[in-house]
Structures are given as C-alpha cells and as structure tokens.
T-cell receptor, first 115, second 109 residues
C-alpha cells in the first residue's frame, strides 16, 4: 500500500466511449503525475500537476484530458480513444515538484483496453 | 536525445546474487532512482543515488558512477519474491524523470 489509489483497476472501452480514470493520494503531497506504461517500453510521462496547476503536458493527444480539482485528486478523462492507447495508466505523487531527492509514489494503475 | 539502457530480462537462482546494470545519457543529472515493480502492481521505490559510490540497504545495494553514466542494482540472497521488473530512472536538469524500459528478473528455485 503506497498511499496512492486508482480506480478502476481494469477498464475495457470502445473507441466511441467516454470514461474517466481516478487517482487519489493520501500522503499530503503537492505534485501529481499521469504516466502511460506499455509493454517493454519506458514509462511515458503524460501530465504533471503542482498544487493543482498543470505544469507539463508532454505532447499528449487531446483525446486525453486531465483534471486536478485539488491536491489530493487527479482525473484522466478519456474520449474517442484508439486501440494503441491500450496500456497501464499509472498515477504518482511526490512531495514537491522540483526537489531532486523527491521520490514518486505510484498507484497500482488502471489496465485499459480499447476495442 | 536522452536515453536509459538496461537489459530486458535476466534469470537467476534462489539464494544467489544478481547485478542489474543501467547506463544513461541525459541532459543534466539530479540523481538516479531504482524502482521495483511486481506484475500488476505499482512501482515501489528502492534506492536513490546522487553521489558516486555504493549505497547499501539490506539485501539490495545500488552503485553509481557519474563519469561513466552507469549504475547497477545488486540483489543478494535472492528470494522468489524478488521476481519482478526493476526500473532505472534518471532525474534530468529539468527535474523530470527519464525512465528505462525495465529489467524483468526471473528467479528459479
């Protein structure tokens, strides 16, 4: 138990569906992250939030839309996805964004399958 | 470009020692992290190195050589529960983590 929870753990959706992934951290951290993990590939950073402000968006397609209503919650809204978007989506949090000793704590991920 | 290289898969025997290597080329360096990820679970933090040398933490040790752009994770007295993927990540000058693809470690009895 890392103090970061994600729901749902598994999601199957069609290309025309709209769904949302939820992440909650119970660690009192100020920074939150969305990553995409595909088999045998490095983790891809998608979005970074610091104190509810988006500070990074790594050229992610607009069919992925993040939302951070407060420093404990992070959402990833999904719309009109493609089969190649099937992956494990990981949420992480850390105390501060620009502290070089900062450890990121990960949730268990949502396994997404797009049909 | 920025790059982290580590072996895709390694196999070792229960009770033995294994060394997982990681080489990196990044824009700046603010430390190197090792994470462990069991199948279907969250990556969990193992170690952080920012100065050259060896950091020991129980059965696990991590080594860093900044001049060589090289690190390794050493696992001693291997147990079956050590079967997992081990992820190497470097924090670059923008404080962004650059990740390797991970090394899948298989432990055999």
């Amino acid at each position: 138990e890392t103090g970061v929870t994600q729901t749902p753990r598994h999601l199957v959706m069609g290309m025309t569906n709209k769904k949302s992934l939820k992440c909650e951290q119970h660690l009192g951290h100020n920074a939150m992250y969305w990553y995409k993990q595909s088999a045998k590939k490095p983790l891809e950073l998608m979005f970074v939030y610091s104190l509810e402000e988006r500070v990074e968006n790594n050229s992610v397609p607009s069919r992925f839309s993040p939302e951070c209503p407060n420093s404990s919650h992070l959402f990833l809204h999904l719309h009109t996805l493609q089969p190649e978007d099937s992956a494990l989506y990981l949420c992480a949090s850390s105390q501060e964004l620009k502290d070089r000793t900062d450890t990121q704590y990960f949730g268990p991920g949502t396994r997404l399958t797009v049909l | 470009g920025q790059n982290i290289d580590q072996p895709t898969e390694m196999t070792a025997t229960e009770g033995a020692i294994v060394q997982i290597n990681c080489t990196y080329q990044t824009s700046g360096f603010n430390g190197l992290f090792w994470y462990q990820q069991h199948a279907g679970e969250a990556p969990t933090f193992l170690s952080y190195n920012v100065l050259d040398g060896l950091e020991e933490k129980g059965r696990f040790s991590s080594f860093l050589s900044r001049s060589k752009g090289y690190s390794y994770l050493l696992l001693k007295e291997l147990q079956m529960k050590d079967s997992a993927s081990y992820l190497c990540a470097v924090m670059d000058s923008n404080y962004q983590l650059i990740w390797g693809a991970g090394t899948k470690l298989i432990i055999k009895p």
